[in-house]
């Protein structure tokens, strides 16, 4: 089984030029937890999680402004680099990647543009489809 069987290919992503309040306004009304980044050839520059923005304490502090925290450029909080998988790879290369991380979602791409994700959820999915 193939990547490609199990992702999901309409992602929900933001541009790099994008900030916080955008993204926090997508994840809370798409009820998702993550979204990748990518610039403006599709390319995945990173990938931004709940996690990434609660690990931001600084942004919980009482003295800190919520205007100036919905305009904190993406860029800033975004885990770069992240790692992604190819559409093509066999489905226990993300399993493995999965098994030995805290990954909940990889973003999938094919000649190096996202075309795809693939969460955790989407693997067990998968059981039933075999």
Do not use: C, W, Y
């Amino acid at each position: 089984m193939k990547t490609s069987d199990l992702m999901e290919e309409e992602v929900v992503f933001v541009f790099e030029s994008a900030n916080l309040g955008e993204v926090i306004d997508i994840l809370v009304k798409r009820r998702i937890n993550g979204l990748p980044v990518v610039d403006k050839q599709q390319r995945v520059v990173g990938i931004v999680t709940e996690g990434d923005i609660i690990a931001r304490t600084e942004i919980f502090d009482r003295d800190f402004d919520p205007n100036k925290l919905l305009l904190i450029p993406i860029a800033e909080i975004m885990t770069t680099h992240p790692i992604t998988i190819i559409k093509e790879n066999d489905i226990q290369l993300a399993l493995s990647i999965f098994a030995a991380t805290n990954i909940k979602q990889l973003p999938v791409v094919e000649n190096d543009r996202l075309v795809g994700i693939l969460a955790r959820k989407d693997l067990i999915k998968g059981i039933l489809k075999r």
